[in-house]
């Protein structure tokens, strides 16, 4: 049984979350029960979500107008994409404390309620099942398990409620700070330890 996973890259420097995403891929490849799809969310360049894409999907998809059809068609077909995977990998460069509004976009059309969540009496529902996450978050600082740290936690609670609530997350950190070669080497090395428990 092959096992598929989704990796969405998200740098607009191609810099180190590019280089950790490369080498699971590259690891990926010596297996023949892994399958590996790359998004690049720079490359494919979504737009900020706007009114008319938001309320494409408020209209029931045989009413849609031919302009419609296209705006919701974005959606569809990345949330189209993330169920057909059983793995998604999100490699993240930090910027000003937040992720790039690259991988926001990506989330706003993921997120769809109704689609990829519900909100019941209890509370939201995930409705993406049997999948788990990876993050590969690459930082010039050090902030991990710290305050500064706003982007795991941000990260987590997106993709828990859409129903992926099993994230692993693997750091490279202090990138600016003389530390480069030892934490880009300790992250591959636990990127090859991850690939190998799949």
Do not use: C
């Amino acid at each position: 049984m092959t096992t598929k996973i989704l990796v969405i890259t998200s740098s607009i420097l191609g810099g180190n979350s590019q280089a950790l995403a490369d080498h699971l891929v590259a690891q990926a490849a010596r297996r023949d029960d892994l399958s590996v799809t790359r998004r690049d969310l720079v490359a494919d360049d979504l737009p900020h979500l706007g009114l008319a894409e938001l309320g494409s999907w408020q209209v029931a998809a045989a009413e849609r107008s031919a302009g419609q059809q296209a705006l919701a068609a974005r959606s569809d077909a990345l949330i189209e994409e993330l169920n057909a995977h059983d793995q998604v990998v999100l490699a993240v460069p930090m910027y000003n404390f937040g992720v790039p509004s690259q991988l926001k976009a990506w989330f706003d059309r993921v997120m769809r309620a109704g689609v990829t969540f519900r909100y019941t009496e209890s509370g939201p529902q995930g409705l993406v099942e049997g999948k788990r996450a990876l993050l590969l978050l690459a930082r010039g600082g050090q902030y991990a398990g710290t305050p500064m740290d706003t982007q795991t936690p941000h990260l987590k609670a997106m993709l828990g409620m859409i129903g992926i609530s099993e994230v692993d997350s693997i750091f490279a950190e202090g990138l600016n700070m003389g530390h480069q070669e030892a934490a880009m080497g300790e992250a591959k090395t636990a990127i090859e330890q991850w690939v190998a428990q799949l």
